[in-house]
């Protein structure tokens, strides 16, 4: 409350003239965030693609404002956060999965997302047997096989994206 009431040039008790308190100041941060979200677009496919179109949205609105994965939900929807679970259900329409299977799918785009979001989108990749080093052939086998086999490698760059899709597939295809 003191940063945001510094960056208005005020004091953080005249906030409480407006706000009731510090989790509704950040359930309003967080959906005037999310009206940054472009909805209500031409569809680019199937149901599937016109989705993974809107995690990829949501994805780069958590890079932009990284504080977002620092924020619990409160379960209180704003105007913007409406609007977006109205779009995810307006794409998801012509499927026959049940209202809560649908609704299901919208958490799970944003769990996945705030997954994804954790891990910065330049990091470099770092080397798998790097990070095993505490692994022993007696105790690890399949892990070392794993590590040594010929194309292990990191993982492919849309991981993201088949991620999602799998997801939504799982959930939403009867």
């Not at 919208?106 to 997954?115: C, D, E, P, S």
């Amino acid at each position: 409350m003191r940063a945001v009431a510094d960056a208005l040039g005020t004091t953080a008790g005249s906030l409480y003239r407006y706000l009731n308190s510090r989790d509704e100041l950040l359930d309003l941060m967080v959906d005037a965030v999310l009206a940054e979200l472009v909805l209500n677009r031409e569809p680019i496919g199937d149901w599937l693609d016109d989705l993974v179109a809107v995690a990829d949205g949501q994805l780069a609105l958590h890079r932009r404002h990284p504080w977002l994965l620092e924020v619990s939900p409160s379960g209180v929807f704003g105007p913007s956060a409406t609007d977006y679970v109205e779009d995810c259900l307006r794409i998801m329409a012509p499927l026959t999965s049940t209202t809560e299977a649908k609704m299901e799918a919208i958490a799970m785009i944003t769990g996945v997302v705030t997954l994804f979001a954790r891990v910065p989108a330049n990091r470099p990749p770092v080397a798998p047997t790097s990070i095993f080093v505490a692994a022993s052939p007696e105790r690890h086998p399949h892990l070392l096989a794993a590590l040594t086999r010929p194309g292990h490698g990191s993982p492919r760059p849309d991981i993201f994206e088949r991620t999602i899709r799998s997801v939504l597939r799982g959930l939403l295809v009867d």
